[in-house]
């Protein structure tokens, strides 16, 4: 049975897969990788949220961690840190990626 293909042609259709077990071991490896590199800014309040270049921004906590998000598919550098396409790296104040 595949429920997947009751979404087809419908406004949910752009779902690559509503099948639980098909993508649950991805979430969890997105879950383990935003917990460690974002672990450090959870409790810490934004201080600024700004436009670097089109599809890419950047947010400064109250410590100075920076994080870089790259929305476009290509590599970008940004204060010569290299954010690789359609991800994110996190800045330590003072420090480097």
Do not use: C
């Amino acid at each position: 049975m595949n429920h997947s293909e009751d979404l087809k042609d419908t406004i949910y259709s752009d779902l690559f897969s509503s099948a639980y077990s098909n993508w649950v071991d991805q979430a969890v490896q997105y879950y383990k990788e935003m917990n460690d590199k974002l672990r450090p800014v959870w409790s810490q309040t934004m201080k600024e949220h700004r436009k670097l270049q089109d599809d890419v921004y950047e947010v400064v906590y109250e410590d100075g961690t920076r994080v870089i998000v790259n929305y476009t598919p290509g590599e970008v550098t940004v204060d010569h840190h290299l954010v690789p396409g359609k991800n994110f790296i996190v800045v330590p104040k003072g420090g480097s990626a």
